[in-house]
């Protein structure tokens, strides 16, 4: 018999919404705990949770290179105008809703918040891989938002900036 084995998606989707549960173990005065969309599901949006008070309906990307390694970070027009329909439709039903881009840096300990309502960005035609979890296996031409890191929110997610109440031992970052 064979072993159910997660696809690649799929695993990129669990490794995201970890980070998002671990900012609420964390920071659960900023964050709330994340409703998530249906697994598998190719839905429009990843979670839907509270940051500093503000519901948002969030996009997480998982960035493995330094935040400083670039100026900017890069989201999907089609995705953006995807979260937005989404965004209007929630609204309909009497549900407001902020939309928020999540991009974690692992190795640079960093989370980098975008409202994706008031954050300027310039678009940019770039050849990126089909799908996140395809890695490079197959480019095509993308219509990319760009934003400046400078725009976001930026988290420190090291050690000392996590529980800097905690004394007792040394601190260990369950992220890294």
């Known amino acids: 018999m064979k072993s159910a084995r997660k696809s690649t998606y799929a695993e990129c989707e669990d490794r995201e919404r970890s980070w ?56 999907e027009l089609n995705k953006l105008n995807r979260l937005k329909e989404k965004q209007k439709e929630l609204a309909k039903k009497g549900q407001d809703f902020k939309l928020h881009y999540y991009a974690f840096y692992p190795k640079s300990k960093k989370l980098i918040i975008f409202d994706l309502l008031t954050t300027p960005y310039f678009k940019r035609s770039v050849w990126a891989p089909r799908t996140t979890a395809q890695g490079g296996s197959q480019k095509i031409e993308k219509i990319m938002c760009e934003f400046d890191l400078e725009d976001g929110t930026t988290i420190d997610l090291s050690p000392e900036t996590e529980q800097p109440e905690k004394k007792q031992g040394p601190t260990t970052n369950p992220l890294f």
């Open 20 to 75: 998002l549960n671990i900012m609420n173990r964390l920071r659960p005065s900023q964050f709330s705990r994340p409703t998530f969309s249906k697994v598998n599901s190719y839905a429009s949006y990843d979670a839907i949770m509270t940051f500093n008070g503000e519901e948002a309906i969030v996009e997480v990307k998982i960035r493995e290179i330094f935040a400083d390694q670039f100026s900017t970070a890069f989201l």
